[in-house]
């Protein structure tokens, strides 16, 4: 099983949709949770970090979290075109670093 | 200038050459990461410098050497490279204990 896992896609949702992006992970003691954004060609940016249990919302962005499933998500409402690209979950465990699933390309199509 | 910067942002070398990646960064951090960015492999941890010590070494192959002269500079020296490791490599940095980090833009490596 890996460490963090996500579907890689691609996911593609009509623009105005929600986009529901998913990631799972097997280190139960994991306590803080990551999603980057990544365009094509270019570096990862930090969009969201959660600690807690919930929602976390910013934005057009909310992340949630379930430790007991070992399941965070991303929500990207009202999504464009701009939104297109990959994105990746990273989980921080009891060893202090910082895994990375290998990310979900979204589309958003016009 | 701001945030995290990496030099050259493009390299190409012979597997003999040798040559070196630039980190900078400007936000205060105390902690320092190279990773390599494969295509279709999630990203990979290469090494982690915290306070300029070295805290993780990936089982990195050695023709991959780390430098970290102080908190706000590191390097990637690099000799003998193989055609496998053409890859984008990403510097990262973060406030220690390892909060949300934050990624230069990165250096496209070609081996020839």
């Known amino acids: 099983q890996k460490e963090v896992e996500q579907n890689s896609g691609p996911l593609s949702v009509p623009e105005g949709a929600i986009a529901s992006l998913n990631c799972t992970y097997s280190?139960?003691?994991?306590?803080?949770f990551f999603w980057y954004r990544q365009y094509s060609g270019k570096s990862p940016e930090l969009i969201m970090f959660?600690?807690?249990?919930g929602d976390k919302e910013d934005g057009r962005f909310t992340a949630q979290l379930n430790k007991a499933s070992q399941y965070v998500s991303l929500l990207i409402r009202d999504s464009q075109p701009s939104d297109s690209a990959t994105y990746l979950c990273a989980v921080k465990g009891n060893t202090g670093k910082l895994i990375f699933g290998q990310g979900t390309t979204l589309q958003v199509k016009p | 200038e701001t945030g995290v910067t990496q030099t050259p942002r493009h390299l190409v070398m012979g597997m003999t050459n040798k040559k070196s990646l630039k980190c900078e960064q400007h936000?205060?951090?105390?902690?320092m990461y190279w990773y390599k960015q494969s295509a279709k492999k999630p990203l990979e941890l290469m090494f982690v410098?915290?306070?300029?010590?070295?805290?993780e070494n990936n089982s990195v192959p050695s023709r991959f050497s780390p430098e970290c002269p102080n908190s706000s500079h590191l390097f990637l020296h690099l000799h003998t490279l193989q055609p496998e490791d053409s890859a984008l490599y990403l510097c990262?940095?973060?406030?220690?204990?390892?909060?949300?980090?934050?990624f230069g833009p990165g250096t496209r490596l070609t081996v020839t």
């Open positions: 936000l205060g951090h105390n902690a």
């Open positions: 280190d139960r003691g994991s306590q803080s």
């Open positions: 990262a940095s973060s406030q220690d204990p390892p909060y949300e980090q934050y």
């Open positions: 410098y915290n306070f300029k010590e070295q805290t």
């Open positions: 959660i600690y807690s249990n």
